[in-house]
Nanobody, 114 residues
């Protein structure tokens, strides 16, 4: 089992920045891809960014150039640097980790005021 704990969410003004963190614990050996998803009220969960064990990254078109995903394998921690945030990006942000199956964190709320 892998446990994921997100942190770093909060309230930010439009145009501002936040850095999310996701600490993995438990059976972390063998985690391959990790990623961030988000879900706004009344909408489906959507992919934000992923990163492979080899640090290859993939981003949703809507966040390219503004968000950066990274991971520190020594600390078993995943990050998401979010810049130039928009009100429509207000959502609960979830961390995921792939290790045979996909694990999910509980999510962290990001609120963007206009």
């Amino acid at each position: 089992q892998v446990q994921l704990a997100e942190s770093g969410g909060g309230l930010v003004q439009a145009g501002g920045s936040l850095r999310l963190s996701c600490a993995a614990s438990g059976s972390v050996f063998g985690i391959t891809a990790m990623g961030w998803y988000r879900q706004a009220p009344g909408k489906e969960r959507e992919l934000v960014a992923t990163i492979s064990s080899g640090a290859s990254t993939n981003y949703a078109d809507s966040v390219k150039g503004r968000f950066t995903i990274s991971r520190d394998n020594a600390k078993n921690t995943l990050y998401l640097q979010m810049n130039s945030l928009k009100p429509e990006e207000q959502a609960v942000y979830y961390c995921t980790a792939q290790r045979k199956v996909q694990y999910w964190g509980q999510g962290t709320q990001v609120t963007v005021s206009s």
